[in-house]
């Protein structure tokens, strides 16, 4: 009999409509079940055939979100007019992705087959210290406190971080994105961290100049963590997400707004990216936390954190599991055991970060892990 009024008040929680900052939205009534497509250590982009048959693969194994790359490497994936204004590069050039609408691809074969097509800025405010874009415009990076710019990600590849609060930068962010919004029948539009900025940087002449402005004339504090530098510049991401939001619902009332951060204290004080605050001021309409952790003491620690609970009430809250890395095999037992965990905390469902390590990068053989997610997603 508890049983029973439990599943029927699940049921009724799945289907309200809850308001977020003057729109409404219903829960999905299923699971959010999505994963992650790159051309970083994948070949699932390089052409039209293997985009077909991962999204036809991913159909079968009962996926429904696909979160694609279409801003990386300081390029689109679909033929942009905004990019071609700033480098002079419509398409990314590389072999397998020339001359291809790699977007429009996913949403008709994703669509076809009842999935969510919700496009992923995977790059957002980084881009390759070598790129056209941080070649043609050197004024629109940022800096460390000793005028530094390189960012080593990985502790491999050089990279330098467009500046967020500078109003050149926020326009050609904002163009590439309503150009999608204005031009493809997407689900939704998704940032991450990369939407915020590594703390240590931050000390370029624009930004100094606007923080003396607001502070009678200080210069930024020169310990970068501190707690009033570090919220003071997440504010000014948050300003400009606020203002973003706003003109992506103009056009389409409906879309969704993805966001997938880590967890709150590391998001803040790593990337300045207050995502806590942006759940309040309901500026998500979709959370899917990065929950990468290869022991689940560790897992269930941040997935009981406060923030992310608080948010799992008001907006559909799914975790993002690590399905593996290139060098980094994640096996199917502690896959088994996370989405187990999210599934009995009542999260909205999980997502997998990426498509390549789903089936080949694991210790199983790619037929057992197919089966695995079938089975799971049944």
């Known amino acids: ?29 299923d699971e959010i079940r999505g994963v992650w497509l790159t051309n970083v250590d994948s070949d699932v982009l390089f052409s039209r055939e293997n985009t077909q048959g991962a999204i036809a693969l991913l159909a079968q194994t009962k996926f429904n979100t696909i979160y694609p790359t279409v801003w990386n490497w300081g390029y ?16 990314d050039p590389t072999e397998g992705l020339q001359n291809r609408d790699v977007l429009q691809e996913i949403i008709d074969e994703g669509h076809e087959r009842n999935l969510r097509v919700i496009p992923w800025f995977e790059f957002g405010f980084m ?42 930068v926020q326009r050609f962010i904002s163009d590439l994105v309503l ?8 689900d939704g539009i998704q940032f991450d961290d990369h939407f915020g900025y590594p703390s240590e940087l931050g000390y ?6 606007l923080y003396r402005q607001e502070h009678d004339g200080k210069l930024p504090p020169p310990n970068a963590l501190n707690a009033e530098w570090v919220q003071w510049r997440a504010d000014k991401i948050t300003e400009y997400l606020a203002t973003l ?19 709150q204290e590391f998001s803040l004080e790593q990337y300045l990216l207050d995502w806590a605050k942006w759940e309040k001021m309901g500026l998500m309409d979709e959370l899917l936390l990065q929950v990468y952790r290869d022991n689940m003491m560790a897992f269930n620690r941040e997935i009981l954190q406060e923030d992310i609970q608080n948010a799992k009430n008001k ?13 980094r095999q994640v096996p199917l037992e502690m896959i088994k055991q996370q989405v187990n965990r999210t599934r009995a905390e009542n999260y909205g469902g999980v997502s997998f970060f990426f498509y390549e390590s789903l089936w080949n990068f694991g210790p199983e053989s790619r037929e057992e892990r197919i089966k695995f997610f079938r089975d799971i997603f049944s």
């Open 76 to 91: 689109t994936l679909y033929p942009s007019q905004v990019n071609q204004e700033a480098t002079g590069v419509r398409l």
């Open 179 to 186: 150009e999608i919004v204005r031009n493809y029948d997407i």
């Open 204 to 209: 370029d002449p624009y930004t100094i100049r």
């Open 245 to 263: 939001h706003g003109q992506i619902k103009a056009i389409k009332p409906d879309i969704i707004l993805s966001i997938s951060p880590n967890p």
């Open 127 to 168: 881009a390759p210290a070598d790129s056209l874009l941080a070649q043609k415009h050197p004024h629109w990076i940022t800096k460390r406190i000793d005028k530094s710019e390189v960012w080593l990600e990985g502790g491999v590849h050089e990279r330098v971080w467009l500046n967020p609060l500078h109003p050149e």
């Open 1 to 29: 009999m508890l049983k029973s009024v439990f599943l029927f008040l699940c049921a009724v929680w799945f289907t309200v409509t809850i308001p977020w900052g003057g729109y409404s939205q219903s829960i999905p009534r």
């Open 315 to 327: 907006v559909p809250s799914a975790i993002a599991l690590l399905s593996g890395l290139k060098g």
